[in-house]
């Protein structure tokens, strides 16, 4: 499969998806109890704060992290999606360093170090690499074969804004 990555990350995006997903959320939550039986977990888009800016810079000191990382963590501290398909979950930049000082970079042949920044309800992880493409582990391992997942983290959480429009 060859995919050629989009234009990087605009933090004005970012933004505009968070308030489309944080809307989304909101109604999939109203009707989720109804539909499913049972009450929702925690799922929410949570906004960058002073602190988590400040752990981004961290990162950025700790590691050389993609562009696109940096943009979307200035404007998103995580994601917490457990309700949305098999769950979703885009780690703060904190977790992301500590991840990283003990896993280290991700090894894709032919692609740059590539850096964990989520995963999903079944533990398979996904990391973006300096190209700007996100990869998906096949299995819930760090040291396992990755694939490629979207072009761009752009796609990636467009991905993650249908999946939570399939839901309603």
Do not use: K
């Not at 988590?52 to 950025?60: E, G, H, Q």
């Not at 894709?108 to 700007?132: Q, W």
């Not at 072009?151 to 939570?164: D, K, M, V, Y």
């Amino acid at each position: 499969m060859s995919i050629v990555p989009a234009e990087r990350l605009d933090a004005e995006w970012v933004r505009r998806w968070c308030e489309r997903a944080d809307a989304a959320l909101s109604e999939l939550m109203r009707s989720f109890l109804l539909r499913h039986g049972f009450p929702p977990g925690p799922n929410a888009v949570g906004l960058a704060t002073e602190a988590s800016r400040r752990a981004t810079d961290a990162l950025v000191e700790l590691t050389p992290i993609p562009s696109d990382l940096t943009t979307m963590y200035w404007v998103v501290d995580e994601v917490s999606l457990p309700d949305v398909g098999v769950g979703c979950f885009v780690h703060s930049p904190s977790t992301v360093a500590g991840h990283f000082r003990e896993y280290g970079a991700i090894r894709i042949d032919g692609e740059e170090p590539a850096l964990v920044f989520a995963s999903d309800g079944g533990g398979r992880l996904y990391a973006l690499a300096g190209s700007g493409r996100v990869w998906m582990s096949a299995t819930a391992s760090w040291f396992d074969q990755f694939d490629l997942a979207a072009a761009s983290l752009q796609e990636f959480l467009e991905g993650l804004e249908r999946r939570i429009a399939e839901q309603l």
